[in-house]
Structure formats: structure tokens, C-alpha cells
């Protein structure tokens, strides 16, 4: 069965610093692979996603970039993190246009 | 712009009786919807979803009705129970053409099953 991983499940960073999260997904091939923030009170917001390695699209302009070294590895990063940037950050894995199953998500604070 | 909306940010329901969660959206060419559930501080779950060429979809205690006239659907749980107790999103994708398919969430709404 498929399963996907994401760490760490909280991260408390200065402003300024870099940020690296990794998701990655066993069991399947080729997934879509995406990064979503939930803003507190807000719904999820899709930032990236990709359809295979080094294929990157992003849906919102943002002080953060994403990358797929590997088919099943998704990765979330920062040069240098905002307060803005705080949040709670999912990943999400697809092999159909339509379900997608996520993560148990980062709460990220950036203070 | 919202595409997908959920009104109701919070309803609370007796345990045993339905529950109704209701979401609207905009864009026509939508043709797939689902809903998913989300605890705290985990990450959502699927539930169900429909597709567009269809105006229900049963799956146990969770029902979900599509309105594609009036560009609604709803959610019913029936019976209640308190662990259903969490926040629900609504989403929709359109899978036409070239198009991704990429979810459209909407805000969220928040059910309390009390006891």
C-alpha cells in the first residue's frame, strides 16, 4: 500500500534562516507531488506541484521554492525565512488527476 | 476570487442526528468533486467525492449530493457521531483539455458532534 512521510512535524525557525522540508512517498510510481500551506483560518493553498522529477510548477509567487531530486521525493525550501511564511505545510501525493492524499503536515513558526 | 466556497464556518450537531455541510462554487468547467477531514494537526483525509455526471454518491454513513444547476453540493452524515467531530473541506478540479486537474479547496467548515 502507498504511504507518504513528512518531517519533521514541528519546526520552530528565526526570521531569516533557511528551511528544508521533505516529503516522500512509498509504494507507488510517478505520483504527482504536491506542497500545500494552510494559513491559520484559511484553507489549503496549493504552492507547488510536480509530474515527475525536476518538473516544478508553482501556482503563487512567494519566498519559497520547491524541488524533486528523486520520483518519490518532494522537497519544500527557503533561503530566508519570513514571518509570513508561518503556517501549516502539506504534502500530497496523486497517480489520477483527482484524489489526492496528504501528509500529516509541518507546523511551521517562524518567529 | 473564490472558486469553492463553504459558507458555514462552524455547525454543530447532536450525536445521532445529520449533519449537513454545504459548499458552492463558480467555475462550470469543474466536473470532479470530494470531500476530505481533517483533525487537528494532522493532514485531511479523503472521504468521498463525485463526479459530475452523477448527483449522488453513497459510501456508508456519508452521503454526497451534487446540484450542478445551482453549482452546489452537500455532504450528509447520518447518523452523527463525535468522532466525526473535525473540519471538512470542500474541493473541485476540472479535468478538461490540458488542464492540470489541480484541487480548488474552499475555506472549511468546522462540525461539533456533541454527545
Known amino acids: 500500500s502507498q504511504t507518504i512521510h513528512q518531517w519533521p512535524a514541528t519546526l520552530v525557525q528565526p526570521v531569516g534562516s533557511p528551511l528544508s522540508l521533505e516529503c516522500t512517498v512509498e509504494?507507488?510510481?510517478?505520483?504527482?507531488l504536491y506542497w500545500y500551506r494552510q494559513a491559520a483560518g484559511r484553507g489549503l493553498q496549493l504552492l507547488f506541484y510536480?509530474?515527475?522529477?525536476?518538473?516544478i510548477s508553482s501556482e503563487v509567487p512567494q519566498n519559497l521554492s520547491a524541488s524533486r531530486p528523486q520520483d518519490r521525493q518532494f522537497i519544500l525550501s527557503s533561503k530566508k525565512l519570513l514571518l509570513s511564511d508561518s503556517g501549516f505545510y502539506l504534502c500530497?501525493?496523486?497517480?489520477?488527476?483527482?484524489?489526492?492524499?496528504f501528509g500529516a503536515g509541518t507546523r511551521l513558526s517562524v518567529l | 476570487d473564490q472558486q469553492v466556497k463553504q459558507n458555514s464556518p462552524s455547525l454543530s450537531v447532536q450525536e445521532g442526528r445529520i449533519s449537513i455541510l454545504n459548499c458552492d462554487y463558480t467555475n462550470s468547467m469543474f466536473d470532479y468533486f470530494l470531500w476530505y477531514k481533517k483533525y487537528p494537526a494532522e493532514g485531511p483525509t479523503f472521504l468521498i467525492s463525485i463526479s459530475s455526471i452523477k448527483d449522488k454518491n453513497e459510501d456508508g454513513r456519508f452521503t454526497v449530493f451534487l446540484n450542478k444547476s445551482a453549482k452546489h453540493l452537500s455532504l450528509h452524515i447520518v447518523p452523527s457521531q463525535p468522532g466525526d467531530s473535525a473540519v471538512y473541506f470542500c474541493?473541485?478540479?476540472?479535468?478538461?483539455?490540458?488542464?492540470?486537474?489541480?484541487?480548488?479547496f474552499g475555506k472549511g467548515t468546522k462540525l461539533s458532534v456533541k454527545p
Open positions: 509504494g507507488t510510481s510517478n505520483p504527482n
Open positions: 474541493a473541485a478540479s476540472a479535468n478538461y483539455g490540458g488542464s492540470q486537474g489541480n484541487l480548488i
Open positions: 510536480s509530474v515527475g522529477i525536476g518538473q
Open positions: 500530497a501525493w496523486s497517480v489520477s488527476k483527482n484524489i489526492q492524499y
